[in-house]
């Protein structure tokens, strides 16, 4: 992390876990594994399923955690059954959102192209995006990573303006690691993440790069996390199983303050 530039970031991301009455939970263990420690280096979120915004953002509230979701569709309204726009979210008290999952790529069919709109429509209404990009098992082991997350980061970030880019974390995510218990080296992590903020340099210039809050999020656990964190480019994590435990979630939080 390179604190003097850029502010570390923990995110949990809950996927389909959690009814309300165990989020109030869960986020009252985690307040309270948290209470006193000095949070004003580490932006902690939790982004969690639909249906426990309400309860989570009550469990929160005036507290440092702050909610977020896991998707979002990039119209304002209409005839699209199961999904949730942006403005919907900032309504119920949201102000982060994931986008660009690679478990909405893998199962839902998001592109390149949706996740672009659903970036800019977050955007527009006044969230926070964690946009996610990695690449798969099979592209790393032809040693195309570099070109495939550069591609990723161009695309997802079309029509972003500079402005804009003050609201959007990038999260590396190599897709062979989700939720397989496997992880990228710290020194693979800090390769990806730097290779990120110099395709962000060419979009956008080096200062908005070095300002980039730059994410790692394959199987970020209690364990690796100090390691991992240590590295000059990545910046904090998006965590997965380890968000839904509070004290391994809490360790690495610690680590990144």
């Known amino acids: ?37 000095d949070n004003s280096g580490c932006t902690v979120v939790a982004c969690v399923p ?20 896991e998707n979002c569709h990039w119209e304002k309204s ?16 949201v102000e982060y959102v994931i986008i660009g999952h690679s478990e909405r790529r893998q199962y839902f069919g998001e592109t390149d192209l949706t996740v672009n709109r659903r970036v800019k429509a977050a955007l527009e209404a006044g969230l926070k995006v964690i946009l996610c990009v990695g690449e798969l098992l099979e592209q790393r082991e032809q040693g195309i ?39 990228a080296t710290a020194d693979e992590a800090d390769e990806v993440c730097g290779g990120i903020r110099a395709t962000l340099a060419q979009l956008y210039g080096p200062a908005l790069a070095e300002a980039t809050t730059i994410q790692y999020g394959g199987s970020m656990n209690a364990k690796n996390c100090a390691e991992l964190l240590g590295k000059v480019n990545v910046d904090g994590g998006l965590i997965g ?4 435990k509070a004290p391994d979630f809490t360790t690495i939080i610690s680590a990144a303050r």
């Open 1 to 37: 992390m390179k604190k003097e530039t850029r502010k570390a970031v923990i995110a949990g991301n809950w996927k389909m876990n959690k009814t309300p009455a165990e989020a109030t939970e869960l986020i009252t263990a985690i307040l309270q594994a948290n209470e006193g420690a």
């Open 50 to 69: 639909y249906v426990d915004i309400d309860a989570a953002v009550k469990a929160a509230k005036g507290t440092f955690l702050k909610i977020g979701a």
């Open 78 to 93: 209409g005839a699209y059954t199961g999904e949730i726009s942006a403005d919907m979210l900032v309504a119920c008290g």
């Open 145 to 183: 990573t570099s070109e495939i997350i550069s591609m990723q980061v161009k695309i997802d970030l079309a029509g972003v303006t500079a402005e804009q880019m003050e609201n959007v974390i990038i999260a590396y995510e190599p897709v062979w690691a989700i939720g397989t218990g496997k992880n």
């Open 241 to 244: 199983g380890a968000a839904l």
